[in-house]
């Protein structure tokens, strides 16, 4: 269960006709426990990607499925990560994760279970009780996660979640996020501008030109990764020293360089 | 507005110099014999009525009775306007088919001086509770309202998507979400329905009341008596300025608690 596929999209925003239009025909299927994640020129339309699979949106023709049914909006099978984490400042780390639990109508001792076992997943055990804010940026994206994690979700999207960290923690994020996919594998549609962090990540990268966003490319990372055994390293920077690594990403680094809006000409 | 920002003590400073050139003026003018004592009379009149009326009934009790019971009505007006208008302001942020149904009826009905329903109100309530607190209502009640709507309609729509992800149906999502976010506007909203739902208090009591302080001014006025009208509009405005500091610091409060202020 969880795979999503992308049908003919189009997305116009404004009027129909003489709208902008941020998607172009997009065709993509991802498949069930798949790491996908989309990389692309600002502006190209892959947040608006995401939001359609989310339900936030709908495509002004053609359509999204998951597990072949239409996602007509929102709905918790669908488990969103915020850039700016989306955490309910008025509610604790356990509240936080404790209302998507409360919408399923768990009885509290197994919501009470599920969200420890969440806590303990993102080391936050010992902040269950701490408001958002006194949280730090990688604190409080952790709780993001779990919160929907917590979800037991089909899938999770990802909207350039660590692009509002420094850099330090969003690289020990991006490992937790890699030893998570180890334990607890999901069909995962992550969204970045960071090249480093889409190949580091994901099993495929869908690779976006500028607007309108149309794929231009999909490159297989799986292969290589297994190929090279990147799961021998524990940490990031080793993985990125390895040829086969430095060679992906100079390859979509190369392809989204071709996108700049100064080679138009 | 100068740019420097003046301490407490030049603010306060400020402040008394201000109210001694009033009554300064106001001695000057009643005592000079410039204004007649039966249109003005001096702060000294005022001042040794006021403290008279604290000891003597006038028009039936003293002005701390009279004082408690324009406070009865006006806490079961001001509390029925805010029980209403805030859960009726954030289904309408809410809901956008009763926003529609809603906003015509209420834009009409809010340019309506809470005054203006004095007529209706002594019809129908005679000079009991009921007229008071109808009048408040109608004064107190649009501020809940509209900063109820517009807190639930400015709500970071972030935090909507959030909660929609997790599933979260109306109800829950207007008690949980919109109410919490939107308690800042709310408590605006309520300060300014307070001091609305004063004035329009006092003049409900002037006409549609057997008690308060708006009734004991109406007294006045029919024995000729300004010192004791006076002392009456004295009494309105510092109870006026108590509600608005004690709201002030619950407002703040609530400031404090969600780490919006330091």
């Known amino acids: ?265 | 507005m100068t740019d420097r920002p003046l301490s407490l003590r030049e603010t306060m400073a400020s402040g008394l110099a201000g109210l001694g050139c009033f009554l300064g003026i106001w001695t000057l003018l009643t005592v000079s014999g410039l204004v007649p004592r039966q249109f003005l009379p001096t702060p000294l009149d005022v001042t040794s009525r006021f403290i008279q009326l604290l000891t003597t009934p006038f028009a039936g009790a003293t002005l701390p009775q009279h004082l408690a019971s324009s406070f009865k009505r006006y806490i079961v007006g001001v509390c029925l306007a805010a029980s209403v208008g805030v859960p009726l302001g954030l289904m309408m942020g809410w809901f956008r088919w009763l926003d529609d149904i809603m906003a015509p009826i209420f834009e009409g009905l809010r340019f309506i001086a809470p005054i203006a329903w004095v007529p209706f109100a002594a019809l129908w309530f005679g000079t009991g509770i009921g007229g008071p607190v109808m009048i408040i209502f109608a004064g107190a009640f649009p501020p809940c309202l509209i900063n109820a709507y517009r807190g639930a309609r400015f709500v970071d729509p972030r935090l909507i998507e959030a909660a929609q992800m997790l599933g979260t149906g109306h109800l829950r999502t207007i008690l949980e979400i919109l109410l919490p976010a939107s308690i800042p506007s709310i408590v605006v909203g309520l300060r300014v329905s307070a001091g609305l739902g004063w004035q329009s208090l006092v003049g409900a009591e002037l006409i549609v009341a057997a008690s308060g302080v708006g009734f004991m001014m109406v007294q006045a006025q029919a024995n000729v008596s300004t010192p004791t009208v006076m002392a009456g509009m004295i009494a309105i405005g510092l109870a006026g300025m108590l509600i608005d500091v004690l709201l002030r610091q619950g407002e703040a409060s609530i400031r404090r608690r969600r780490g919006l202020s330091a």
């Not at chain 1, 596929?5 to 404004?14: C, L």
């Not at chain 1, 918790?76 to 404790?98: I, S, Y």
């Not at chain 1, 604190?139 to 909207?159: F, G, H, K, S, T």
Request: with cysteine; charged share 25%; proline share 5%.
């Open chain 1, 1 to 265: 269960m969880g795979s999503i596929r992308f049908t003919e999209v189009n997305k116009v925003f404004g009027p129909n006709s003489g709208g902008a239009k941020v998607l172009d025909d997009i065709n993509l299927e991802i498949a069930e426990k798949e790491f996908v994640a989309i990389v692309g020129p600002s502006g190209c339309g892959k947040t608006t990607c995401l939001r359609i699979v989310a339900g936030f949106e709908q495509p002004t023709s053609g359509s999204v499925t998951l597990n072949g049914r239409r996602v007509t909006g929102p709905a918790p099978d669908r488990a969103v990560v915020f850039q700016h984490f989306a955490l309910f400042p008025w509610k604790t780390v356990r509240q936080n994760l404790d209302l998507g639990l409360r919408n399923k109508n768990l009885a509290k001792p197994r919501r009470d279970e599920l969200i420890a076992g969440a806590l303990h997943l993102m080391n936050l055990e010992s902040h269950a009780d701490a408001f958002p804010h006194q949280l730090s940026g990688g604190m409080q994206q952790r709780v993001a996660i779990a919160r929907a994690y917590v979800l037991d979700p089909e899938v999770l999207l990802m909207d350039e979640p660590f692009g509002s960290l420094d850099a330090q923690t969003r690289v020990v994020m991006q490992e937790e996020l890699v030893r998570l996919a180890r334990v607890n594998p999901r069909t995962v549609l992550f969204v970045t501008h960071s090249v480093e962090e889409a190949v580091y990540l994901a099993d495929r990268v869908v690779i976006m030109t500028r607007r309108p966003g149309r794929i231009k490319e999909v490159l297989d990372i799986r292969t290589k990764r297994n190929e090279e055994e990147w799961n021998r390293f524990q940490k990031i920077e080793d993985v990125m020293d390895q040829e086969s690594f430095i060679h992906l990403r100079t390859h979509v680094w190369k392809s989204l360089r071709e996108e700049k809006p100064d080679n138009r000409s």
